[in-house]
């Protein structure tokens, strides 16, 4: 059975992938929707840049996290802010806006 989902190069998912790299902030690697269940459909646009409407920062994100959004934008509890260094929530009541709009990631 092919694996629904995977890091963002397209490698298996793997149990350590949330943790934390202490220079970056960032997690070791990002789970996304494989390339075959992003090819069935996007159900919003893709976009790779959003803000922090805390710091007022923009993060561009790779290209198979965008289109995980646009297949399943519910698919993310939170993202990176690349100013804040960390993560913080999405979603209706999240902190992020995709850029150059009001409409909240993750909704
Ligand atoms: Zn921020």
Redesign the pocket.
Known sequence: MTPKTTLTDGSPVTPDHREIDPRTGMQKGYVVLSAEERAKGFVRPVRRTYR?L??K?VTTMGQALAETYARDPYFYSGTF?A??GTH?PVGEDGEFVWDGTDEKVGT
């Open positions: 922090h805390k710091c920062g802010c100013h804040c913080f």
